[in-house]
């Protein structure tokens, strides 16, 4: 075996720590297997976000890269606003688990005022770090068996006009650059030509620059790889054709578009970059994409969001603040807003209470007036119907006397004409 | 044309032949190699702690390991073995590299532990050790601003020597080893065994296996933490053999015409490496070639998690609560903290 005296001694020199050549073999080289073999028990996690119009190809693009049927839904063009929809799938290449998930956003470009349409992705985001945020703050946690779900990739589909970026598309990538990686694609690129194609990727390039938007570059840093992306990191964005359809071309069948003029290739690099973005998404740089979400922009956010709730590492002093300090002060910050908070709610409760009974008082005076002034109208009724009562019985009484005085004159009369008709007869 | 992505897909479309289950070609076995690529830039680090009696035979058993002058013993000129009043831990770090593979190895010796005439709580300092590394890392990753990668003091292995006597765990054994299985990953072994006949050294491991289990100590790999059936056989048959019987040297001899590592007495050679003389191999084999990665992951999601989960408690550190409301506090979400109240 060889061992690299003078980089070992530098590296030593770099961390204080002496190297020391090893007089066999000892077989620690097996660590970056045992390491594999560990994860490969645990199975992998890639999440991508897709943002793109509705109808640009943002699924077929994921059957395509993936070789599997996901399941679809057609959007409609009339979503009020724009919303998420993520998909979880268990893929497996040989011994090789792969747990997918697939976030397409649904509605995007489609209302009428798109000034809040970055919104509901930089929420998901932010949702999917608070999620690990809060696990790892947890006191009994489970990290390693945790699924992560934070956002590893995000493909922006540019829409194939062939002249520049829309400014939906600048601001959405802006709000987005340091939170996931960004990898730009052109979307349904069988539409440009390939002349036309190379001024619009220089277009693109360029108006992500002078507008200070930070892409995923494909990582230099490891001699294996560094040539190829080195390459790769000059043909973005990546125009990319998707088809899941396929279609005879000399003895084989292979992925494409068939058009009468001619069948567009899928797989073909003149026709198209799908095998770059396959070769540079998946097969090259996954578990790049995997680390720069953890140690970037995991960190970034986490930083943030302590710093947002008062956890700093020194005090003003600049004197290192133990955990328990900075919490202790929280925490009783915490209680007294808390508090306040009671006390404000207790208040507000006794002033319902009293705004209650106060209404519920004049409701009762009311009902009393009211029912007073009732009584009052039905003396007077009474009043004025005993007052009738009494005409009518006085009536009543004179009438009845003088009846009774008539029949008495009726029956004087009678009887007085019976003797003078006595009398006649005689 | 790309020579790198050429050779990658010719040997890629074999790859594909062999696994069928997604419809085509889609190179996410890729992911492996990516992986390798990356721990092996990156480096590991290991941490292991001997501890014993003076005179086992400790640091040469671990430059044997490593083959290489590891130990604080063969760093300093002069050494003279003192007898230390108390017990001292001394740790010594070296980078080491194999086929690429570089590794920054840290060795935690321990003069003094056993070696008074009153030995009670002489665990305390390594306990205390070792607690200290797992605050370290703790404070660390609480950190507001964290290293991009933090560095890793914590004991991964302890390896504890019992003396050849051929008889049973004595005391401090029996304290030492049910105190220390709780916070770190114990491997016991039986030292200078060469004083051992392979019937002795059978009975007397059988002896010690009995009084592990009478006395509930926890030594790796424990059953528990085995993941999957695969693991358990393995492991099972780790837990039947141990403790190991070692003899460790730096000293090589002739041997039917091979270089051995032995030693070399009046009635023969002791050959270290040979299975049949010694189970340094076994010893060996399970703590660098297959269980070095386990014996990290176990430090760090099980001893390493109950110690926090301690900790957190005792401070009364409950983020869950800090975390939720403020930001509840400031959305003014009032049904929550009405609720709450």
């Known amino acids: 075996h060889k061992s690299c005296m003078s980089e070992e001694r530098r590296q030593g020199q770099d961390k204080g720590v002496r190297p020391l050549s090893l007089a066999g073999h000892v077989g620690f080289d097996s660590l970056p297997d045992q390491l594999v073999n560990k994860s490969i028990c645990q199975g992998f996690c890639f999440n991508i976000l897709c943002i793109g119009e509705t109808g640009i190809g943002k699924s077929t693009l994921m059957d395509t890269l993936f070789n599997t049927n996901f399941e679809n839904f057609e959007s409609s063009h009339f979503e009020p606003q724009v919303k998420l929809r993520a998909q979880t799938y268990d893929l497996q290449e040989s011994n090789v688990r792969l747990r997918l998930t697939v976030v397409n956003t649904v509605g995007f470009g489609d209302q009428m005022n798109k000034q809040e349409s970055y919104q509901p992705v930089v929420d998901y985001i932010d949702r999917q770090f608070e999620s690990y945020l809060q696990e790892e703050l947890k006191i009994k946690r489970s990290l390693h068996n945790y699924h992560d779900s934070r956002v590893h990739a995000c493909l922006y589909f540019i829409s194939p006009s062939g002249h520049s970026l829309k400014s939906l598309d600048l601001v959405t990538m802006k709000k987005l650059d340091s939170k996931v990686n960004i990898i730009p694609v052109i979307a349904k690129a069988d539409t440009i030509s390939k002349s036309e194609l190379h001024k619009f990727k220089i277009k693109i390039m360029s108006e992500l620059v002078s507008n200070g938007v930070q892409i995923y570059q494909f990582p230099l840093d490891d001699e294996t790889v560094a040539k190829v992306n080195t390459t790769m990191n000059g043909h973005l964005p990546f125009a990319v054709v998707g088809s899941t359809e396929e279609v005879s071309v000399g003895n084989k069948m292979v992925k494409a578009r068939q058009y009468p003029w001619g069948v567009v290739q899928v797989e073909n690099e003149n026709h198209c970059d799908f095998v770059k973005l396959r070769e540079m998404l998946i097969c090259v740089n996954m578990e790049d994409l995997r680390e720069q979400t953890h140690t970037r922009h995991y960190e970034l956010y986490r930083r943030c969001k302590l710093e947002e709730m008062g956890f700093k590492d020194t005090d003003p002093e600049c004197k290192p603040v133990s955990l328990q300090q900075t919490y202790e002060a929280k925490r009783q910050e915490f209680l007294v807003e808390l508090q306040k908070r009671e006390d404000e709610m207790r208040q507000m409760f006794v002033q319902r209470v009293k705004e209650k009974e106060a209404e519920l008082k004049e409701a009762e005076r009311e009902l009393q007036s009211r029912f007073e002034h009732l009584k009052r109208i039905h003396a007077d009724e009474k009043a004025t119907l005993e007052e009738k009562k009494r005409l009518l019985d006085e009536d009543q009484s004179s009438f009845s006397k003088r009846r009774a005085a008539a029949q008495l004159l009726q029956a004087q009369s009678l009887t007085a004409n019976g003797k003078k008709d006595k009398d006649r007869k005689k | ?341």
């Open chain 2, 1 to 341: 044309r790309h020579e790198y992505s050429e050779l990658h897909n010719r040997e890629r479309r074999e790859l594909f032949i062999r696994g069928t289950d997604l419809f085509g070609y889609v190179g996410i076995e890729a992911v492996l190699d990516q992986m390798r690529r990356k721990t092996m830039k990156s480096g590991f680090e290991f941490n292991i702690m001997v501890v014993g009696q003076s005179g086992l035979g400790k640091s040469t058993l671990v430059n044997t390991l490593f083959k290489s002058k590891v130990s604080r013993k063969s760093c300093t000129p002069n050494y003279e073995e003192k007898i230390c009043k108390t017990v001292k831990l001394h740790s010594v770090s070296h980078m080491i590299e194999e086929k690429g593979v570089k590794m920054k190895l840290t060795v935690i010796d321990t003069p003094g532990f056993g070696d008074q005439i009153n030995n009670e709580n002489c665990w305390e300092p390594i306990v205390k050790y070792i607690n200290e590394q797992y605050e370290k890392y703790l404070r660390e990753e609480l950190h507001v601003n964290r290293k991009r990668r933090i560095p890793d003091s914590r004991v991964h292995c302890c390896i504890y020597f019992l003396p050849a006597t051929g008889h049973r765990l004595r005391p401090i054994d029996v304290e030492f080893m049910k105190r220390l299985g709780k916070i770190v990953s114990i491997v016991p072994v039986i030292a200078k065994a060469d004083t051992l006949t392979i019937e002795e050294r059978q009975e007397f491991k059988e002896r010690i296996r009995q009084d592990l289990a009478s006395n509930g100590i926890c030594i790796y790999p424990q059953k528990e933490y085995d993941e999957d059936q695969e693991e358990h056989a393995l492991n099972e048959k780790i837990r039947e053999s141990i403790p190991f019987a070692v003899v460790g040297t730096d000293k090589e001899h002739q041997v039917n015409g091979n270089k051995v590592l032995g030693r070399k007495t009046k009635w023969g050679i002791i050959e270290v490496e040979n299975v049949a003389h010694c189970e340094f191999s076994h010893l060996r084999d399970l703590l660098v070639r297959s269980h070095l990665q386990d014996l990290k992951e176990v430090t760090h999601n099980i001893h390493y998690e109950t110690y926090r989960v301690r900790r957190l408690n005792e401070s009364n550190v409950d983020f869950s609560v800090l975390g939720l409301t403020p930001w509840l506090l400031e959305n003014g979400t009032a049904d929550q903290s009405e609720s709450q109240l």
